[in-house]
């Protein structure tokens, strides 16, 4: 009897082996981005065609290669940045395992122009897959261009994972960006069909402000930690400048971007003192460290890294960032005018008096606040608005005393501005949200009991690309919401959607699945995804008995807060009004 087991073919091995470091033109243009970066460059150029799939070309004026190391570059385990293995707890190089260049050469056309600094001769390097490089005398520039054409063409089985065009060059871009903010002293020069940058060299601030127009007006301040071995340096925004989303907090370590999720939800935790609820701050984190303490070579693609020093990493990060946020915003007054300068916030939004008190009067955002509502409104403060939000909530007993003494009602007194509902209840003035209150309400029936679904009449397709996975883990949830979903073969179909927001649910289904979020369970992901699209909105004018069933049923919420951690509403008692106007009572 013959055995089974058998000696991979060379070619079906290197392609498997090159699989696991290329899987995408994003991951061919790291490998690239690192090597002109570990080769001294100082000026990098980077295009691509078709989202890289064509085409990507990355052009340095670094060391530049000879001719014998050009032969080798290609080959194998071919390096010259660890040679022993104990080198590799010392490299301070991007690159260090000699995989990249031959793992691209497996699978695409390769080309490699090269000419060492201070010489004359210049060579070509020529590749296609399963065939020895034809190397040739060539008239180039001291440095180095790489191009890579036709990625996976000759490797089908990997090609059809490949995304639309747009979405690899999207995925691209990403990358670029990623080595740009960690090397702000370097030119980064990016080239696409639909646009094109140049980053100068700068400060990582600078950086930061070009690779994010969103953040490019907003006050970003610097924080540094020198220790053994340790060096820290954090770049945020001003804390008006917050998100919904994680994007903007990134960590570096040893110049990689990397999900190191101990110094991830530090830094949450820091900024969650000064923040509204369910925002999240924008900050980001480079971290330096003997490259003995932080072992990159877990990961094919060197995209996590394990800290040997974790707890003192995390200790020197807290430090830095406690002392840093404590000394910009605790304990600094409210730029309010004299006339209101005993104004006090009434005591139901004096959630944790423990916690610093907020000061936006240098921010840019309160500044255009402040010009444009000029002398018309000298007591406005953004810091108000701020610190109510970030409150959150009433206190609990407060809400036990709103219901015991509920018999008689709330009084509707009308429409505010935008989404706001005013009424009257127990001698206190109350300011509702009607898009926060409409969302906790649909979110809490979302989650009570198992929803109805409503059958379309044509099958709606779905494309999960990347995020197939998400909707294989999340299948229960949707189906408790009421959504019902089918697979064949590789398409997904929705046949059905919950009843309660029939004509938000696929918009909110598509959104979720192409941003999912691994900080929530699938279920309260998707119930406030399609809660938020179902609520009434900003502009939505309801009439007063709509209004009056939707403050009762808000007032007997048990968590007065929408999905996102935004109050429902806000209030204030008698006595506080007649304090804000400086009235005496008798």
């Known amino acids: 009897m013959m055995g089974v087991i058998r000696i991979l073919p060379q070619e079906t091995?290197?392609?498997?082996?090159?699989?696991?470091?290329?899987?995408?033109p994003a991951s061919a243009l790291r490998e690239l981005l690192d090597n002109a970066i570990d080769a001294d460059a100082r000026d990098i150029a980077i295009s691509i065609a078709q989202g890289g799939i064509e085409e990507i070309t990355v052009t340095d004026n670094g060391f530049g290669m000879t001719k014998e190391d050009l032969e080798l570059s290609v080959l194998e385990h071919a390096t010259s940045k660890i040679y022993e293995p104990d080198d590799i707890l010392k490299a301070r190089t991007l690159g260090f395992r000699g995989e990249a260049l031959a793992s691209i050469a497996a699978v695409s056309r390769l080309e490699i122009a090269s000419r060492p600094r201070g010489s004359n001769e210049g060579w070509l390097l020529r590749s296609v897959p399963l065939q020895p490089p034809a190397i040739d005398a060539f008239p180039c520039k001291e440095g180095t261009r790489v191009t890579v054409r036709g990625l996976f063409e000759s490797y089908p089985a990997r090609k059809q994972f490949l995304k639309r065009p747009q979405s690899e060059a999207l995925l691209c871009r990403t990358t670029f960006i990623e080595r740009a903010l960690s090397h702000p002293h370097l030119t980064f020069r990016?080239?696409?069909?639909?646009?094109?940058?140049?980053?100068?060299?700068?400060?990582?601030?600078?950086?930061?402000?070009?690779c994010y127009p969103d953040l490019a007006h907003a006050p970003l301040f610097d924080a540094v930690s020198e220790a053994q071995g340790l060096h820290i340096h954090i770049v945020y925004a001003d804390i008006s400048v917050y998100r919904r989303d994680r994007k903007y907090i990134q960590v570096f370590v040893n110049r990689r971007k990397v999900p190191e999720w101990g110094v991830l939800s530090l830094v949450e935790y820091e900024f969650a003192k000064y923040l509204p609820g369910g925002a999240h701050a924008c900050a980001f984190l480079f971290l330096e460290i003997d490259p003995g303490l932080a072992d990159f070579n877990?990961?094919?693609?060197?995209?996590?890294?394990?800290?040997?020093?974790a707890q003192e990493v995390h200790a020197a990060i807290h430090a830095l960032l406690s002392s840093e946020l404590k000394a910009r915003y605790s304990g600094s007054t409210q730029d309010l005018s004299a006339r209101f300068s005993d104004m006090q916030e009434p005591e139901f939004f004096a959630a944790d008096r423990s916690q610093p008190q907020l000061n936006f009067a240098a921010?840019?955002?309160?500044?255009?606040?402040?010009?444009?509502?000029?002398?018309?409104?000298p007591s406005f403060s953004e810091a108000q608005n701020q610190k109510r939000a970030a409150s959150n909530s009433l206190p609990a007993d407060f809400w036990q005393k709103?219901?015991?003494?509920?018999?008689?009602?709330?009084?509707?007194?009308?429409?505010?501005?935008?989404?706001?509902?005013l009424f009257e209840l127990d001698g206190i003035l109350f300011i509702m949200d009607q898009h926060a209150a409409h969302e906790r309400i649909l979110y809490d029936r979302l989650k009570a009991k198992e929803g109805i679904s409503q059958s379309l009449l044509v099958p709606y397709l779905i494309d999960p690309e990347d995020n197939e996975h998400f909707l294989e883990e999340a299948a229960q949830?949707?189906?408790?919401?009421?959504?019902?979903?089918?697979?064949?073969?590789?398409?997904?179909?929705?046949?059905?959607?919950p009843a309660i927001?029939?004509?938000?649910?696929?918009?909110?289904?598509?959104?979720?699945?192409?941003?999912?979020?691994?900080?929530?369970?699938?279920?309260?992901?998707?119930?406030?995804?399609?809660?938020?699209?179902?609520?009434?909105k900003d502009g939505d004018i309801l009439d007063q008995a709509a209004a009056e069933r939707l403050i009762a049923e808000a007032l007997a919420l048990k968590e007065p807060r929408c999905p996102h951690g935004r109050p429902v509403l806000i209030a204030f008692p008698r006595e506080k009004l007649d304090a804000m106007f400086g009235r005496t009572l008798a």
């Open 363 to 377: 921010s840019a955002f309160a500044e255009t606040r402040r010009q444009e509502w000029g002398a018309r409104w």
């Open 477 to 497: 949830a949707l189906e408790f919401i009421g959504y019902r979903i089918s697979k064949e073969e590789s398409a997904w179909a929705v046949e059905a959607v």
């Open 298 to 309: 877990i990961h094919p693609a060197k995209k996590e890294v394990r800290l040997k020093n």
């Open 13 to 24: 091995s290197r392609r498997i082996a090159a699989g696991e470091v290329i899987d995408r």
């Open 402 to 421: 709103i219901r015991a003494n509920n018999e008689n009602g709330p009084r509707y007194i009308g429409r505010g501005p935008g989404p706001f509902l």
């Open 190 to 210: 990016w080239q696409s069909a639909n646009d094109a940058e140049v980053f100068l060299p700068g400060t990582h601030a600078e950086r930061i402000a070009r």
């Open 501 to 536: 927001a029939a004509s938000q649910a696929l918009e909110a289904l598509v959104e979720w699945l192409h941003q999912p979020s691994v900080e929530s369970t699938p279920l309260d992901s998707i119930a406030a995804a399609l809660a938020c699209k179902a609520a009434v």
